[in-house]
């Protein structure tokens, strides 16, 4: 079982950063994939990164590649989403989860853990 906490977010102009953290527990954390997602208003949710569990293989959506950075520090359980030059369009409920599969899982069906989720909203 893995029990996973975002935090981070907040209201940043248009062209600023943040950072997201997922804080996770329990000791298998080390050896699950994980991936952010994300949903706008009205929106489906929709993909934005993926990391395996050693961190050594990322990827990311289109819409995202080149301004955030996914990385994760097993010994702190903890995963990351480094956004930076936001735009409004960025504007969701990011959501971190877990995959059982160790390696870079895109869809998220394949995710078996959520968090509850943290605002980001870019104003232009």
């Known amino acids: 079982q893995v029990q996973l906490v975002e935090s981070g977010g907040g209201l940043v102009q248009a062209g600023g950063s943040l950072r997201l953290s997922c804080a996770a527990s329990g000791r298998t954390f080390s050896s699950y994939g994980m991936g952010w997602f994300r949903q706008a208003p009205g929106k489906e949710r929709e993909f934005v990164a993926a990391i395996s569990w050693s961190g050594s293989n990322a990827y990311y959506a289109e819409t995202v590649q080149g301004r955030f950075t996914i990385s994760r520090d097993n010994a702190k359980n903890t995963g990351y989403l480094q956004m930076n030059s936001l735009k409004p369009e960025d504007t969701a409920v990011y959501y971190c989860?877990?995959?059982?599969?160790?390696?870079?899982?895109?869809?998220?069906?394949?995710?078996?853990?959520w968090g509850q989720g943290t605002q980001v909203t870019v104003s232009s």
């Open positions: 989860a877990a995959s059982r599969l160790p390696a870079v899982v895109v869809g998220g069906v394949n995710y078996d853990y």
